[in-house]
């Protein structure tokens, strides 16, 4: 939270010291008038790239240890196998069922989730909301089988996941993650994954519904362009429509989705929401909401505290009857309520 008042206030402060060396040089007759509006002209102008390029770093630093954080919890997770006679499991047609689940988190002995009950009906749209990032992350990664709950049931359409096969389960779930991984290789196959059962023609369109289409066409070499394994020479936003392109062209039953905290702006945003108005409708999706527009959105909110379920509704309900969600609310969106309200 200090980061950008230290940013701006460090660059002021150079800003000063150096014009105060400048007017030293222009009284001893070193430096003309001219050439003081000169720097200072110079230093006006490089100061917002210089800004933007700290910024980049800033996101980019935070982005790599979210994801080694994510990682390495996921690596210290326990075996997950598929059992001997495991059964196909049909398309995602009316629930999603958590019953007295609960999750130790791997290597330790705290509870990521206790007890937690909760039914999401199929073509709706559900957000989890809570303090714990660590919570939310556990309890989706618990239905494509990432991890295994310690105990309780998770179902759908009353197939318990532990006795379906691996592929029919994780065939219906596409994630998009906050920061997500994209590949050494061309945009074009960052979205196709490299799987040649879809067309160039197929991935076009997924990424026009992502919004993606309009910035790979100003790529050097289009779908074609060959970009890093941090996503180099793409933004973050542009990196997260890759991969929300990816989850659209693989036309997944239930879609769970963590929005970016940082690095959007203002079109980005209103391009996300006319993908949700797109894509959404009639599909079932589970949010990690990280703005206000999408969290009133969702049919059902959850709210998630000390690895239990301790309010559900909508978000006007949950604004009206939950002291817990409200506080949280203000602190995420104080600065949203104030301008709306301005």
């Given at each position: 939270?200090?980061?950008?008042?230290?940013l701006?206030?460090?660059g002021?402060l150079?800003?000063l010291?150096?014009?105060?060396?400048?007017g030293?040089?222009?009284?001893s007759?070193q430096?003309?008038?001219?050439g003081l509006?000169?720097?200072s002209?110079?230093?006006?102008?490089?100061?917002?790239?210089v800004?933007?390029w700290l910024e980049a770093?800033?996101l980019?630093?935070?982005g790599?240890d979210s994801?080694v954080?994510?990682?390495?919890f996921l690596?210290?997770?326990?075996e997950v196998?598929?059992?001997v006679?495991a059964e196909f499991?049909?398309?995602l047609?009316?629930?999603i069922?958590?019953?007295?689940?609960?999750?130790r988190?791997?290597?330790?002995s705290r509870m990521?989730l206790q007890?937690v009950t909760?039914?999401?009906?199929?073509?709706?749209?559900v957000?989890?909301?809570?303090?714990?990032d660590?919570?939310k992350?556990a309890l989706?990664y618990?239905?494509p089988?990432l991890l295994?709950p310690?105990s309780?049931?998770?179902r759908?359409d009353?197939?318990?996941?532990?006795?379906?096969t691996l592929?029919?389960?994780?065939?219906q779930?596409?994630?998009?993650?906050?920061?997500?991984l994209?590949?050494h290789d061309?945009?074009?196959?960052?979205?196709?994954c490299?799987d040649?059962a879809?067309?160039?023609?197929q991935i076009?369109?997924?990424?026009?519904?992502a919004?993606?289409?309009?910035f790979?066409q100003?790529?050097?070499?289009?779908?074609?362009?060959?970009?890093g394994?941090?996503?180099h020479?793409?933004s973050?936003?542009e990196?997260?429509?890759?991969?929300?392109?990816?989850?659209?062209?693989?036309?997944?039953a239930?879609?769970?989705?963590?929005e970016?905290?940082?690095g959007?702006d203002?079109?980005?945003?209103a391009l996300l929401?006319d993908?949700?108005t797109r894509v959404?409708?009639?599909?079932?999706?589970i949010f990690?909401?990280?703005?206000?527009?999408t969290i009133r959105s969702?049919?059902?909110l959850?709210l998630?505290?000390?690895g239990?379920?301790?309010a559900?509704?909508?978000?006007?309900?949950l604004l009206?009857?939950?002291?817990l969600?409200?506080?949280?609310?203000?602190?995420?969106?104080?600065?949203v309520?104030e301008?709306?309200q301005?």
């Amino acid at each position: 939270a200090l980061y950008q008042p230290l940013l701006v206030l460090l660059g002021l402060l150079c800003a000063l010291v150096l014009l105060f060396v400048a007017g030293i040089l222009v009284l001893s007759g070193q430096l003309t008038v001219a050439g003081l509006v000169a720097l200072s002209t110079a230093l006006v102008s490089l100061y917002p790239p210089v800004q933007s390029w700290l910024e980049a770093r800033r996101l980019l630093r935070r982005g790599r240890d979210s994801a080694v954080n994510v990682f390495k919890f996921l690596e210290r997770r326990g075996e997950v196998g598929q059992v001997v006679g495991a059964e196909f499991l049909p398309p995602l047609h009316k629930q999603i069922e958590f019953d007295n689940v609960c999750l130790r988190e791997p290597g330790s002995s705290r509870m990521l989730l206790q007890d937690v009950t909760l039914t999401i009906p199929a073509g709706k749209r559900v957000g989890l909301v809570g303090p714990d990032d660590l919570e939310k992350h556990a309890l989706v990664y618990l239905i494509p089988r990432l991890l295994d709950p310690t105990s309780g049931e998770i179902r759908i359409d009353q197939h318990n996941l532990r006795w379906v096969t691996l592929d029919s389960l994780r065939a219906q779930i596409a994630i998009v993650l906050m920061h997500n991984l994209i590949f050494h290789d061309t945009v074009a196959n960052n979205i196709g994954c490299g799987d040649n059962a879809y067309t160039l023609g197929q991935i076009i369109e997924a990424a026009k519904v992502a919004h993606a289409h309009h910035f790979i066409q100003k790529l050097p070499k289009g779908y074609e362009t060959p970009i890093g394994e941090l996503g180099h020479p793409l933004s973050i936003s542009e990196q997260f429509r890759i991969a929300l392109a990816r989850a659209v062209l693989r036309d997944p039953a239930l879609l769970i989705i963590e929005e970016p905290q940082d690095g959007l702006d203002e079109e980005t945003k209103a391009l996300l929401d006319d993908t949700w108005t797109r894509v959404l409708p009639g599909r079932t999706v589970i949010f990690l909401p990280h703005r206000i527009s999408t969290i009133r959105s969702c049919d059902t909110l959850f709210l998630l505290h000390k690895g239990r379920i301790v309010a559900s509704g909508t978000h006007k309900e949950l604004l009206a009857q939950n002291t817990l969600y409200r506080h949280l609310h203000y602190l995420e969106f104080s600065e949203v309520v104030e301008q709306i309200q301005a």
